[in-house]
């Protein structure tokens, strides 16, 4: 998706992380973040014309947090609002489709997760295909070993990293977005989204090429993403900085990885990007998230300053 | 060597994928505070900063305000019933008839459910004051199995204008 008749901007975003909150549930972690974020572009709840987050239940153990995580936000009277099983990023794909309706102007974005309760490379493992492949409990780091073996294999990279332990770390991030005027009303530094698309692959990594991202690729053309300056790639383990620098047709450009929290890191990546334009640091910026499994599902953002 | 063809096998209609996940809970502050409040035979209820509503227990935020609960309330564990069921069929632990009820503790703003016992299930009524009965203190542990049950208390019921909200 491109040319929005509705541009929208991200307008404020705040985000924390820690190797592992020992003492706060996800309504306290996540709370602080959402103020923050809310604060920055002076909105109250009641302001907001549209809510979605991202999370999984599964992470922390403790089914409905997704609900749960609402008196986060203050749903009464009742707002409008939806969720995702996806990193917030995805979520933040759906706002900006949900405001190009003329009677919303504003929206919350957030994602929060607390893997550390729980042992992420088996949760992970529920994701994968229930009959023929979740029942064999392969953890995520091993799936993204056959991703780099896959990437050494070709004899397209060179230097492919070893695969770390998967990161995990709880936080979350909340962005809020805006139409428009009302986005220039709320902020003299919008980063606006002038294009944003998501792909997604095949969910059995046998019928996948794993050496390369067509769905990364693809997102990034459709959201226009030919020319940025610089990108923000979410990349849960190192290796895939290589690929995607590849298959987005980054060059040297400068790129900026990160993992962040499962669920998190991806809008964190938008959020860091847009924290970059609105200081002036580049003018076009690309933002790149990923879930599933050896970057099954993708999506691409692109970003640039301006009136 | 005979080949058995699908056709005779018929189709697979259950597969087994025993799949388990181990986590360790926390229950965040507030609930950590509600829970350790348990153990020492008291009720701690938070207060919202913005709408003034008391919530038993405890979350940490308001869930209609979107703020945090900071002010600690302790409550006298009194009650009154403001719906109730009756169920005729037992339950594990639990020999019927028995009653379950939403009570209004004095003093919070939201409901809270547990059982009324000492009482013939014919005699409990909305507006029907109550009392918790806990267990003896050296079996009192951080979780609600302290309050075994509700049981009535002499006192009037209590005029429908202040539970109505919660019927």
Redesign the interface.
Same mark, same amino acid.
């Given at each position: 998706m491109r040319g929005f008749q509705r541009p929208v901007a991200i307008v404020a975003s705040a985000s924390f992380e820690t190797p592992a909150e020992p003492a706060r549930n996800e309504v306290e972690m996540l709370l602080p973040v959402i103020q923050k974020a809310m604060g920055e572009a002076g909105l109250t709840q009641q302001d907001v014309g549209f809510t979605v987050s991202g999370s999984s239940d599964y992470l922390q153990g403790f089914p409905f947090a997704f609900v749960g995580a609402l008196d986060a936000v203050g749903a009464w009277p009742p707002i409008r609002e939806s969720h995702l099983e996806m990193d917030g990023a995805f979520a933040l794909a759906e706002a900006i489709a949900v405001l190009q309706h003329d009677n919303i102007d504003t929206a919350l974005v957030y994602a929060f997760a607390r893997p550390s309760r729980g042992e992420l490379d088996r949760t992970l493992a529920l994701q994968l295909d229930p009959y023929t492949v979740a029942p064999l409990n392969p953890d995520a780091r091993g799936l993204a070993g056959l991703q780099a073996q896959a990437m050494r294999d070709s004899g397209r990279y060179a230097d492919v990293p070893d695969v770390p332990p998967t990161y995990v770390a709880d936080g979350a991030t909340a962005v809020v977005l805006a139409v428009g005027d009302r986005a220039r009303e709320l902020t003299a530094t919008p980063a606006w989204i002038t294009g944003i698309d998501h792909r997604i692959e095949a969910p059995a990594l046998g019928v996948r090429d794993l050496t390369t991202s067509v769905s990364a690729k693809r997102a990034a053309e459709h959201a226009g993403a030919a020319g940025a300056d610089a990108a923000w790639l979410h990349t849960p383990y190192p290796h895939q900085e290589l690929l995607l620098r590849e298959a987005l047709g980054l060059g040297d450009r400068p790129v900026h990885c990160a993992a962040g929290p499962m669920m998190v890191g991806g809008l964190e990546r938008f959020a860091a990007a847009a924290r970059a334009v609105a200081a002036g640091e580049v003018t076009k910026a690309l933002a790149h998230a990923t879930s599933g499994p050896c970057l099954q599902q993708n999506v691409v953002g692109v970003l640039e300053g301006g009136k | 060597m005979t080949e058995t063809t699908d056709a005779a096998l018929g189709p697979v209609t259950i &597969?087994e994928?025993p799949?388990s996940?181990?986590?360790?809970?926390?229950?965040? &502050?507030? +609930?950590?505070r509600f829970l350790r409040s348990l153990q020492q035979g008291k009720l701690v209820g938070q207060r919202c900063p913005k709408c003034q509503k008391v919530y038993m227990p405890p979350?940490?935020? /308001?869930?209609? /305000?979107? &703020? +945090?609960t900071d002010e600690e309330v302790e409550l006298s564990g009194k009650g009154t019933v403001t719906t109730f069921c009756v169920t005729r069929i037992p339950s594990p632990g639990l020999e019927a008839p028995y009653v379950s009820a939403w009570i209004l503790l004095d003093g919070a703003d939201i409901t809270s459910m547990f059982l009324i016992q000492e009482v013939d299930p014919a005699d409990v009524r909305l507006g029907m004051r109550v009392e918790p009965v806990w267990v003896d203190d050296s079996d009192r542990k951080s979780d609600l199995g302290n309050i075994k049950y509700y049981r009535p208390i002499d006192e009037p019921d209590a005029e429908y204008d202040t539970y109505k909200a919660y019927v």
């Open positions: - | &597969v994928t799949i996940l181990d986590f360790s809970y926390t229950p965040g &502050v507030a +609930a950590s979350r940490g935020a /308001c869930s209609m /305000c979107g &703020v +945090a």
